[in-house]
Nanobody, 115 residues
Framework: QVQLVESGGGLVQPGGSLRLSCAAS????????MYWVRQAPGKGLEWVSL????????NYANSVKGRFTISRDNTKNTLYLDMNSLKPEDTALYYC????????RGQGTQVTVSS
């Protein structure tokens, strides 16, 4: 069955960096666009970034543009999100997903940005 397993979250100070990973299985990873979405405490799901199946096209929410980088390794069936210059407002549960709305997503990894 489809599995999406996120990892790499944690507690980081403002201005710090983290790299999230998402291990995918149970579907043809290299033929699908992939997405990162997040959910801050008390808020709904927010789309963060997308990447096409080949990994040469991407897009970002304005709130993270210039600070986050999405990438993928199709040989490892793994999706990544490099997050730099983190801000307290980036605190959220981060999910990788097979759709932009995040309906088909993993269990998430918690990112907390705090001093």
């Amino acid at each position: 069955q489809v599995q999406l397993v996120e990892s790499g979250g944690g507690l980081v100070q403002p201005g710090g960096s983290l790299r999230l990973s998402c291990a995918a299985s149970g579907f043809t990873f290299n033929s699908e666009w992939m997405y990162w979405v997040r959910q801050a405490p008390g808020k709904g799901l927010e789309w963060v970034s997308l990447i096409n199946s080949a990994g040469n096209l991407n897009n970002y929410a304005n709130s993270v543009k210039g600070r986050f980088t999405i990438s993928r390794d199709n040989t490892k069936n793994t999706l990544y999100l490099d997050m730099n210059s983190l801000k307290p407002e980036d605190t959220a549960l981060y999910y990788c997903a097979r759709d932009e709305a995040g309906k088909d997503r993993g269990q998430g990894t918690q990112v907390t940005v705090s001093s």
